[in-house]
T-cell receptor
Framework: KNEVEQSPQNLTAQEGEFITINCSYSVGISALHWLQQHPGGGIVSLFMLSSGKKKHGRLIATINIQEKHSSLHITASHPRDSAVYICALIQGAQKLVFGQGTRLTINP | DTGVSQNPRHKITKRGQNVTFRCDPISEHNRLYWYRQTLGQGPEFLTYFQNEAQLEKSRLLSDRFSAERPKGSFSTLEIQRTEQGDSAMYLC??????????FGSGTRLTVV
């Protein structure tokens, strides 16, 4: 079993819909990253969180340390949000353990 | 500072050739990481440095792979006698406890 599991693996939605991507993990962590990867490979860190909730624009990330679960929400989704979203666990010396990613496609 | 810089962006090489990639981290970051990402998968950890010391290497890093970070600044990742299975995106990232984590744009290697 992978240490970190994301769901869904693929998600297609219409512009404006509320999007939720889930991340469950099975190991102890110091924090968790949500990352965005566009075609071409570049990865951008959206959030790093170790408890509670963070919000940036239309993006919201939550984490429940006891339940070992995190979610990434996108409100009022837009085609430019189309990307792969990756959950990554921070263990030890900030080494990241990555989920498989969720490929999000927002249609106009 | 322009972030984490990786060169080259793309590399096509013939099987059996050696290749070397370079990563220039954010100057204030003392930790530097190399990851490998194959198509459709999340990145996998290869190795990391704290300053110039290489502190951890993954089992994925076979004898054909070597990484250095002289003087704790830029880092190089060399692959000797490349194989088709080495084709992947090689990602570099740097971090510090107070300044967070930043990724480079990656080097896409294709071995033909």
């Amino acid at each position: 079993k992978n240490e970190v599991e994301q769901s869904p693996q693929n998600l297609t939605a219409q512009e404006g819909e509320f999007i939720t991507i889930n991340c469950s993990y099975s190991v102890g962590i110091s924090a968790l990253h949500w990352l965005q990867q566009h075609p071409g490979g570049g990865i951008v860190s959206l959030f790093m969180l170790s408890s509670g909730k963070k919000k940036h624009g239309r993006l919201i990330a939550t984490i429940n340390i006891q339940e070992k679960h995190s979610s990434l929400h996108i409100t009022a989704s837009h085609p430019r949000d189309s990307a792969v979203y990756i959950c990554a666990l921070i263990q030890g010396a900030q080494k990241l353990v990555f989920g498989q990613g969720t490929r999000l496609t927002i249609n106009p | 500072d322009t972030g984490v810089s990786q060169n080259p962006r793309h590399k096509i090489t013939k099987r059996g050739q050696n290749v070397t990639f370079r990563c220039d981290p954010i100057s204030e970051h003392n930790r530097l990481y190399w990851y490998r990402q194959t198509l459709g998968q999340g990145p996998e950890f290869l190795t990391y440095f704290q300053n110039e010391a290489q502190l951890e290497k993954s089992r994925l890093l076979s004898d054909r792979f070597s990484a250095e970070r002289p003087k704790g600044s830029f880092s190089t990742l060399e692959i000797q006698r490349t194989e088709q299975g080495d084709s992947a995106m090689y990602l570099c990232a740097s971090s510090s406890r107070s300044l967070g984590y930043t990724f480079g744009s990656g080097t896409r290697l294709t071995v033909v």
